[in-house]
């Protein structure tokens, strides 16, 4: 069974940095796709960064927004840099088998999804 568990989220002033781990287990390949997506309140749920472990390639909305591996752990982490108060949202990690350059950020393309992690910026 495949699981995805997101940590590391919490309360931070605006202006810091916070990094988000997503710890997978259960997939049978090691060539799967780590997609980053996050919901406010009210809002509609939003892509922001993605990691490519079958070759390493990334991509993010913003250059705040920065993934990176840890093959031997599992985890792939989201590192957000100069959080402002609209970041806060749930954050979530999802899987995928495989996503393209310009589609990446469709969330139907994510087969598996974590529980989510809080992250609130204070002004």
């Known amino acids: 069974e495949v699981q995805l568990v997101e940590s590391g989220g919490g309360l931070v002033q605006a202006g810091g940095s916070l990094r988000l781990s997503c710890a997978a287990s259960?997939?049978?390949?090691?060539?799967?796709?780590i997609g980053w997506f996050r919901q406010a309140p009210g809002k509609e749920r939003e892509a922001v960064a993605c990691?490519?472990?079958?070759?390493g390639r990334t991509y993010s909305v913003e250059g705040r927004f920065t993934t990176s591996s840890d093959n031997a752990k599992n985890t792939v982490y989201l590192q957000i840099d100069s959080l402002q108060p609209k970041d806060t949202a749930v954050y979530y990690c999802?899987?995928?088998?495989?996503?393209?350059?310009?589609?990446?950020?469709?969330?139907?393309?994510?087969?598996?999804w974590g529980q989510g992690t809080q992250v609130t910026v204070s002004s």
């Open positions: 999802a899987a995928a088998n495989w996503v393209t350059e310009t589609g990446w950020s469709w969330a139907f393309k994510y087969d598996y």
């Open positions: 259960g997939f049978v390949s090691e060539d799967y796709v």
């Open positions: 990691f490519d472990r079958s070759d």
